[in-house]
């Protein structure tokens, strides 16, 4: 028989923050850029250990509104907000990382900060 694998505690768990931003660019930008400029940036602004770290990952991008979510270990909230304002460039297109706001759950954020862009 096959044991279910153990799993953490919720005491043990890291928290987490989540960050809604939106992309002011010259052209849309698709998801994978977008991924790629904030791994960038963290990498350029914290080092590999700082990004280790702070944990940032893209959980979802609308291409249409370019707006999104990123979700940050709970103390290095304001490293990635201050890599984020650092990226000037996407392959070649300038671009402005604009944070809307910062929640503890992604329901939360969406219903305070990404209402008015169409997120449901």
């Known amino acids: 028989m096959r044991e279910k694998p153990k799993y953490l505690p919720p005491t043990l768990r890291d928290?987490?923050?989540y960050i809604a931003f939106q992309l002011i660019g010259e052209r849309p930008f698709k998801r994978e850029?977008?991924?790629r400029a904030i791994w960038d940036a963290c990498l350029s602004t914290l080092g590999i250990l700082?990004?280790?770290r702070?944990?940032?990952w893209l959980i979802k991008f609308d291409e249409k509104s370019q707006t999104g979510i990123i979700?940050?270990?709970r103390k290095h909230v304001e490293d990635i907000r201050f890599a984020?304002?650092?990226v000037t460039h996407i392959n070649g297109s300038w671009v402005i990382f604009r944070t809307i706001g910062v929640s503890g759950t992604i329901k939360r954020l969406k219903i305070k900060f990404l209402k008015e862009f169409g997120w449901r």
């Open 71 to 73: 979700r940050v270990d």
């Open 54 to 56: 702070a944990k940032p």
């Open 84 to 86: 984020l304002t650092l």
């Open 15 to 17: 928290k987490h923050r």
């Open 50 to 52: 700082g990004s280790a």
């Open 33 to 35: 850029e977008v991924k």
